[in-house]
């Protein structure tokens, strides 16, 4: 044995088993909640509890698949295909939303339709308006949550139009098909599998979503979790409920697995080299601007707006020790989590390098689970046997009091769990980009093993890694829901603030932190903004 | 059928297009043959529609499709295009490909005329299978059925068996034609590869710079080319200086050849403007000289290049001209010898210096 780790061929497993470990226990531990039912919270909450979520979460999936599907398909075919006055502005400030949390863009529109809000002053003086339609809705949560996450549909679909290139319509219409109608028979049908990868990623993200629903007093899953952790301090009945929402997500999990195996037509055609648009005139043209300019201004220029004049207002006052000292805890969370996992991003995607086959394929697939997993269902599924090894450890040692839960520990292995894909994405994308050949000229020069990973592949490495560390850097800062659950008492992040500002209803002071956010979250967007041009232009 | 009239085009300051002249009878298959970048596929384009025309004209059966201000949108020309890479819809079986233009045919009636194409197009086999599960060949087979299938005034074919294999090239090139003369269908394709044009069309035009420089049989524009240009593009030759005798007789180094002179040189029934003496070059091409191992000519083997059934032979004369020549193959000769030659000339093809 030793001698098969001195010479590597365990070694790629050694480690990456650990990192699938991360991962596969939580879920595990979850799913062990629904293979032994506490018959008596199972009763409760199957008569008080889950008919409300199960029909909530249904409206929710429903509704908002259906908003990012109309929003996202649209805007994509319109900035892919057409052009009209401001196309090129909107083809990536469509994209800006992706940096508001959908937490942030919810208090904003929350408190813009507050009785004491500006929307609602100026509607009641000017116009003598006094009613409102309810935004505290199904209907809100659904129009709220569309607009922060339509980007994810635009992106791909908007990628698979740009794929299909111009010829596949040309080709439609030298068959007698008008432009419109070749829109119908080819371009959607043929992007079907881009829009669906992007709507299922919108749905994960739906039913993942901690901090908007429980701004909007919407009863999900997740809220379901926290309440029962948090305010009845039942954790079994927390992780009935995580069982339940996990068997939701692995559904959605599934199909984008197969979909993304099964996606084999859109590479078959090759791009078209003069990408000539459908020029848009007279009411196209107006209508095109005035669809992408409200879904912009709703989706990010007001809310955007809203919050940097609250949280000027709020500044003077605000900004102090406590506030400096939320931002700290925040910088030092998602930098210590963004180092880490990068690290073991880099560490997975070597494994599987020097490893590759089936069995770790399927190892790598488990490890990156965990963008699927809702944070408040890992926050569970990595609580519960967190507690276990402290009760071991008190017990065995006589210790007092917790050792590990409520440590920084317990959350940036969380974080781990919950980003690697994050992360694991450009790094296995850059190592895939380094030939064998250079692998091979490297050795052949007498630099291998770790040597040529420091080396040859780090070096070239650099910039995926540098991309996967500030990805990951920012979904932390944003996240929520772990962050909430499992944060040590007292140690409270920019986005707990949020949360906590959100929840009494003072939106100005709610705005400062999440100004901070907002601002910091605009540098991965222009990464991507980046990138998708890149890709477009080559 | 179709007519080109003073067609230009210009991208910015770039001038794609510079007065193009064609005219295509019905039933005929034209050929736009040049190096790329000669603006052969705009031409294409803009006959199929996707480009707006800016000066002259395109007449499709006696009607204006575009010019004069006049802008007939593709879907409405019914002119059929088969594309370089097919452009087959991937989401589409093969039957669904075929009968995708076919709108205002239903049911029984769909089926029986994507039935007749594909049995035209010899795959009714595969109607079920989809565009990525098929060759090359067969997707470039599809892409013709589809274009074919509602019955186009016009079949436009951009390079249509540049993405396939040499060997697969010919055979399917034969293939198609037969499958076009079949039909009736008037055609006009555009390639940068003249084995392709000459065994696909009727017509050939050779443009260069926007221009076509000749739109002849692929019999003339080989034997008696209009300009440098063309009898450089076409086919091997080379060119040696000669001096013109007479309106009839011009004298190269091999010895005097006989015959009209053409090309530019000649100007209105016989040489004008050369006159006794005037310098020239003459077009020698492969097939012009003869190995002949009694002649007294004699000529040094520079290089050779084996081509199975025959050689192809670079030959240096006494006098330190080029010549290439085609040689049966079992007259293996080493590089240096010295072989017998002379001339066959048919067609005397002069360019004035």
């Known amino acids: 044995m030793p001698g098969l780790i001195a010479s590597g061929r365990l070694a790629p497993w050694l480690a990456a088993a650990p990192i699938a470990l991360l991962t596969a226990v939580p879920v595990l531990v979850v799913l062990s909640a629904l293979a032994h039912p506490d018959q008596e919270i199972w009763d409760h909450l199957w008569r008080f509890v889950l008919p409300e979520l199960l029909v909530n979460t249904l409206w929710l999936v429903l509704g908002v698949g259906l908003g990012v599907t109309l929003l996202g398909v649209s805007l994509a075919w319109l900035t892919a295909a057409c052009e009209y006055p401001g196309r090129r502005f909107f083809a990536w400030a469509l994209l800006l939303p992706l940096a508001l949390p959908a937490y942030v863009t919810a208090f904003v529109w929350l408190g813009l339709f507050d009785f004491t809000g500006p929307l609602a002053t100026w509607l009641r003086e000017g116009h003598g308006i006094m009613q409102l339609p ?28 740009q794929g299909q290139g111009r010829r596949l319509l040309e080709a439609a219409q030298s068959l007698g098909e008008s432009p419109w109608r070749a829109f119908w028979r080819v371009a959607l049908p043929m992007a079907r599998p881009g829009i669906a990868a992007g709507l299922l990623l919108a749905i994960m993200e739906t039913l993942a979503d901690f901090g908007t629903v429980s701004v909007f007093n919407y009863n999900t899953f997740t809220t379901a979790i926290y309440k029962a952790w948090f305010s009845l301090f039942s954790l079994p009945a927390a992780a009935q409920l995580a069982s339940v929402l996990i068997f939701f997500v692995f559904v959605v999990a599934l199909l984008e697995y197969q979909l993304r195996a099964s996606r084999n037509y859109a590479a078959s055609t090759r791009a078209a080299a003069t990408p000539t648009r459908i020029r848009l005139g007279g009411w196209g043209a107006a209508l095109a601007t005035g669809w992408s300019a409200l879904v912009f201004g709703l989706a990010f220029a007001l809310p955007m707006w809203q919050i940097l004049d609250w949280a000027a207002g709020v500044f003077a006052s605000d900004f102090d020790a406590r506030y400096l000292e939320f931002a700290w805890h925040t910088l030092l969370l998602a930098g210590l989590g963004a180092v880490l996992v990068g690290g073991l991003a880099l560490v997975l995607g070597y494994a599987q390098r020097l490893r590759p086959g089936a069995a770790m394929r399927v190892t790598a697939r488990v490890a990156t689970l965990g963008y699927a997993l809702p ?31 409520g440590t920084l520990l317990v959350m940036l292995l969380a974080y781990c769990a919950r980003f690697l894909a994050v992360s694991h994405g450009p790094v296995d994308a850059g190592l895939a980009r380094i030939s064998r050949g250079i692998d091979e000229a490297s050795q052949s020069l007498g630099v291998a093993g770790a040597r040529r990973l420091w080396r040859v592949h780090l070096p070239m490495l650099r910039v995926s890694l540098l991309g996967a560390a500030a990805l990951t850097f920012v979904d932390i800062m944003k996240e929520l829901p772990i962050t909430l659950m499992t944060r040590p008492f007292g140690w409270d992040t920019l986005a707990v603030r949020v949360f906590e500002m959100t929840s009494e209803g003072e939106w100005e002071r709610a705005a400062l932190p999440a100004a901070a956010i907002a601002i910091v979250g605009l540098l991965p967007v222009f990464l991507l903004i980046r990138h998708a041009d890149h890709h477009a232009h080559t | 059928m179709l007519i080109l009239e003073n067609v230009a085009q210009s991208y910015g300051t770039k001038q794609v297009l510079k007065g193009v002249n064609l005219q295509l009878k019905a039933g005929q298959i034209g050929c736009l043959l040049g190096p790329s970048g000669c603006g052969k596929t705009t031409a294409l384009r803009l006959i199929a529609g996707f480009e707006r025309l800016r000066e002259g004209t395109i ?75 098929l060759s090359g060949g067969q997707q470039q087979r599809v892409a013709l059925a589809r274009a074919l299938a509602p019955r186009p005034r016009l079949l436009l074919l951009d390079e249509p068996f540049s993405s396939l294999d040499v060997e697969l090239r010919e055979k399917l090139s034969l293939e198609v034609r037969d499958i076009l003369n079949q039909e009736g269908i008037t055609a006009l394709l555009v390639t940068h590869d003249q084995h392709e044009a000459f065994a696909m069309a009727d017509r050939v035009g050779i443009m260069n710079q926007g ?16 300009n440098r240009f063309v009898a450089d593009f076409v086919g091997q030759g080379v060119l040696l200086p000669g001096k013109v005798i007479n309106s009839r007789q011009v004298e190269i180094e091999l010895g005097v050849l006989e015959g009209r002179i053409p090309g530019e040189c000649d100007a209105e029934g016989g040489c004008a403007k050369c006159d006794k003496g005037c310098m020239v070059d003459v077009l020698i091409r492969p097939d012009d000289i003869l190995h002949d191992d009694a002649s007294p000519l004699l000529a040094t083997v520079e290089r050779k290049a084996f081509r199975g059934a025959e ?31 002379r001339l066959d000339v048919d067609h005397v093809v002069a360019f004035r210096r």
Request: charged residues 15%; glycine residues 12%.
């Open chain 2, 59 to 133: 007449f499709l059966d006696g009607e204006t499709v575009a010019g004069a201000g006049a802008h007939l949108p593709p879907e409405r020309r019914r002119v059929g295009l088969v594309f370089q890479d097919f452009a087959l819809f991937p989401h589409l079986d093969v039957a669904a490909n075929v009968g995708f233009g076919l709108r205002h045919l239903k049911g029984a009636d769909l089926r029986q005329r994507v039935r007749e194409m594909l049995d035209l197009v010899g795959l009714a086999g595969e109607a079920g299978a989809f565009p990525h599960q």
């Open chain 2, 211 to 226: 221009v076509i420089q000749q739109w002849d049989t692929p019999y003339n524009l080989y034997h008696q080319p209009a």
């Open chain 2, 311 to 341: 050689f192809l032979y670079t030959l240096r004369l006494p006098q330190g001209g080029r010549v290439q020549v085609l040689v049966p193959s079992h007259h293996n000769h080493a590089i240096g010898e010295g072989i017998g030659i």
């Open chain 1, 375 to 405: 944070g408040a269902v890992l926050a569970v599924g990595i609580f519960i046997p967190v507690a276990w090894l402290d009760n071991q450890l008190i017990e065995r040692l006589s210790l007092d009091g917790q050792v590990l839960g």
């Open chain 1, 134 to 161: 309810p935004i505290r809705s199904r209907g809100g949560v659904i129009l709220v949550m569309s607009l922060a996450l339509y980007p994810y549909v635009y992106l791909t679909a908007r990628a698979a139009f």
